[in-house]
């Protein structure tokens, strides 16, 4: 068996990759390295490209032609779920584009087999607390759910025409590494970022301490990367007939075709500081902070056009989420721009150094008390009409018309147009009452 894997280079596809040639198969990696390292492939075929580009899927074809690969696992991929909410057109454009150019290689070179890594993040905010496979409604919440979502929809839907068997792998929360050259460098998720603060001589901050958990901190179930390339090995090999689980493609009839990966248990984020104090050895005390302190900065950075938000829940990339951008900025004429540092990310005024250093450009920090928000349109304002042209962005990517985006009690939802215009608005009566109080 060859088996192509897109994003191959990164952190959990070299784990596959790696889990492949132990297993014997013939692996070729398809990556652009924007984030993967070559040097984790192990000698396989490397062809540097992005799959999101225009004529991708016609080169994925020669590829998977040239190579006789019958078996695609699909990595390559936007992921950071904080980026797709600012950058949601960009998210569609990469994932989307992605999956399509690779369904395309599939039906021209005529491999049949495809494993898909899906997330957890398709479910949005699920009625159980055990989240089945077949879970109704399935919401995602940010643009970066809703491509892994709308991925999954466009395999399946190429299963009849082109003969394409397609599984989809459900990640909940990814940790560890198996060889520690095939580690993940960057630090978005809530382990690296624990050691990288102990590193920088800072205690770990816990965001909220009032979650209904046992211990009130957030409960997240957690995989080890080993054992997932394992899953993923053994999706891909389901036509080997060496393991029961390799079967499962081959089946004529089969009742799902995505699977969650975990374990069945949770870890709150206590009890995983707590266990880095006790492998570290490190006597610090952990910070415990609100449930949103960047709750304060993201909502500001919207409301002015900020060109980034430093916030402590997601790890910026200095290079390309600020200096780039800058530059980029730079190129179209604009020639200010505003950085939010929200608190507990680290100083403000080291940020303004680095970026005077990285840019040349002149900067001043001010450190607000508190904010007013007066004037028109106000910061809220520019919010909300953030919120509702997002919203409606949406919906017409759903392939929902005649619909009016509304905020009804502060939460964005769209209604058919003629049942918005037949509502008629209530006096606000808690209101007037509060009004005809104080003006006595």
């Given at each position: 068996?060859?088996?192509?894997?897109t994003?191959?280079?990164?952190?959990?596809?070299?784990?596959?990759?790696?889990?492949?040639?132990?297993?014997?198969?013939?692996?070729?990696?398809?990556?652009?390295?924007?984030?993967?390292k070559?040097?984790?492939?192990?000698?396989?075929?490397?062809y540097?490209?992005?799959?999101?580009?225009?004529?991708?899927?016609?080169?994925?074809?020669?590829?998977?032609k040239?190579?006789?690969?019958?078996?695609?696992?699909?990595?390559?991929?936007r992921k950071?779920?904080?980026?797709?909410?600012?950058?949601?057109?960009?998210?569609?454009?990469?994932?989307?584009?992605?999956?399509?150019?690779?369904?395309?290689?599939?039906?021209?070179?005529?491999?049949?087999?495809?494993?898909?890594?899906?997330?957890?993040?398709t479910?949005?905010?699920?009625?159980?607390?055990?989240?089945?496979?077949?879970?109704?409604?399935?919401l995602p919440?940010?643009?970066?759910?809703?491509?892994?979502?709308?991925g999954?929809?466009?395999?399946?839907?190429c299963?009849?025409?082109?003969?394409i068997?397609?599984c989809?792998?459900?990640?909940?929360?990814?940790?560890?590494?198996?060889?520690?050259?095939?580690?993940?460098?960057?630090?978005l998720?809530?382990?690296?970022?624990?050691?990288?603060?102990?590193?920088?001589?800072?205690?770990?901050?816990?965001?909220?301490?009032?979650?209904?958990?046992?211990?009130?901190?957030?409960?997240?179930?957690y995989?080890?990367?080993v054992d997932?390339?394992?899953?993923?090995?053994?999706a891909?090999?389901?036509?080997?007939?060496?393991i029961a689980?390799?079967?499962?493609?081959?089946?004529?009839?089969?009742?799902?075709?995505?699977?969650?990966?975990?374990?069945g248990e949770?870890?709150?984020?206590?009890?995983?500081?707590?266990?880095?104090?006790k492998?570290?050895?490190?006597?610090?005390k952990?910070?415990?902070?609100?449930?949103?302190?960047?709750?304060?900065?993201?909502q500001?950075?919207?409301?002015?056009?900020a060109?980034?938000?430093?916030?402590?829940e997601?790890?910026?990339?200095?290079?390309?989420?600020?200096v780039e951008?800058?530059?980029?900025?730079?190129?179209?004429?604009?020639?200010?721009?505003?950085i939010?540092?929200?608190e507990?990310?680290?100083?403000?005024?080291?940020?303004?150094d680095?970026?005077?250093?990285?840019?040349?450009?002149?900067?001043?920090?001010?450190?607000?008390?508190?904010?007013q928000?007066?004037?028109s349109?106000?910061?809220?304002?520019?919010?909300m009409?953030?919120?509702?042209?997002?919203?409606?962005?949406?919906?017409?990517?759903?392939?929902?018309?005649?619909?009016?985006?509304?905020?009804?009690?502060?939460i964005?939802?769209?209604?058919?147009?003629?049942?918005?215009?037949?509502q008629?608005?209530?006096?606000?009566?808690?209101?007037?009452?509060?009004?005809?109080?104080?003006?006595?």
């Amino acid at each position: 068996m060859t088996v192509l894997v897109t994003g191959g280079c990164g952190y959990i596809g070299a784990h596959v990759v790696h889990a492949l040639h132990q297993a014997g198969e013939k692996v070729v990696v398809v990556d652009d390295l924007s984030y993967g390292k070559p040097t984790r492939i192990e000698g396989s075929r490397l062809y540097g490209m992005d799959i999101a580009a225009p004529g991708a899927g016609e080169r994925l074809a020669e590829i998977m032609k040239a190579e006789g690969v019958d078996s695609v696992i699909h990595f390559a991929a936007r992921k950071q779920v904080g980026e797709s909410v600012e950058k949601p057109l960009w998210y569609y454009q990469q994932n989307l584009n992605g999956m399509l150019n690779v369904l395309i290689g599939m039906r021209d070179s005529g491999a049949k087999k495809l494993v898909f890594s899906s997330s957890a993040a398709t479910y949005g905010v699920p009625p159980v607390d055990v989240v089945p496979e077949d879970v109704v409604p399935m919401l995602p919440i940010n643009p970066y759910g809703q491509t892994k979502l709308f991925g999954e929809w466009m395999a399946r839907a190429c299963e009849e025409p082109y003969g394409i068997r397609f599984c989809g792998l459900r990640y909940f929360n990814v940790a560890g590494c198996g060889p520690v050259e095939l580690e993940d460098p960057a630090i978005l998720n809530l382990i690296p970022m624990l050691f990288d603060r102990l590193k920088k001589g800072k205690a770990p901050a816990i965001f909220g301490d009032d979650y209904p958990t046992p211990d009130g901190t957030c409960v997240r179930d957690y995989i080890h990367v080993v054992d997932l390339a394992k899953g993923h090995v053994k999706a891909v090999d389901l036509a080997d007939a060496h393991i029961a689980a390799l079967k499962y493609l081959d089946r004529d009839e089969r009742k799902y075709d995505a699977f969650n990966v975990g374990t069945g248990e949770g870890t709150s984020v206590r009890q995983i500081v707590d266990e880095v104090k006790k492998v570290t050895g490190l006597p610090f005390k952990e910070t415990v902070m609100g449930r949103r302190a960047g709750h304060l900065a993201l909502q500001v950075g919207c409301a002015v056009g900020a060109t980034a938000i430093c916030l402590p829940e997601r790890q910026l990339d200095f290079d390309t989420e600020i200096v780039e951008r800058m530059r980029i900025g730079r190129i179209k004429g604009r020639n200010h721009h505003i950085i939010i540092v929200a608190e507990d990310y680290g100083s403000a005024q080291e940020v303004a150094d680095q970026i005077h250093e990285a840019t040349g450009i002149d900067t001043s920090v001010t450190i607000l008390g508190h904010i007013q928000r007066g004037g028109s349109p106000s910061a809220m304002d520019r919010v909300m009409a953030t919120r509702m042209g997002y919203a409606a962005v949406r919906a017409l990517m759903e392939g929902k018309t005649n619909r009016v985006v509304v905020s009804d009690n502060n939460i964005v939802t769209d209604i058919d147009i003629e049942e918005g215009l037949a509502q008629s608005k209530d006096l606000n009566q808690c209101l007037f009452e509060a009004q005809q109080t104080v003006a006595i």
